[in-house]
């Protein structure tokens, strides 16, 4: 899942403010944020977790889902929920 997600960051990473490719690149680039952050969570014990570094979390969650749900009808969302479930060969 997240070298799909990385995939969508690099290719819209300079998408203009508002577009759909913006919002895309908002929803990738929280779930490869959020997904290694987990990571760090669940397996870095020396890693000690703020209230503050938690509401920036949630902030990036809020944004996402506002993103995702300006765009969930589009047909490049639905081309990303796909590239989640099923590996795009080259």
Request: glycine share 4%; aromatic share 12%.
């Amino acid at each position: 899942m997240s070298i799909a997600s990385n995939r969508r960051v690099a290719a819209y990473g300079n998408a203009p403010a508002g577009s759909t490719e913006f919002h895309l690149y908002s929803v990738a680039s929280a779930f490869s944020q959020l997904q290694e952050n987990r990571h760090i969570a669940d397996y870095d014990l020396s890693k000690t977790w703020s209230s503050a570094d938690v509401a920036l979390e949630i902030g990036l969650v809020e944004q996402a889902l506002t993103s995702w749900d300006t765009i969930r009808n589009e047909q490049i969302a639905q081309d990303y929920l796909f590239s989640l479930l099923f590996r795009e060969r080259s």
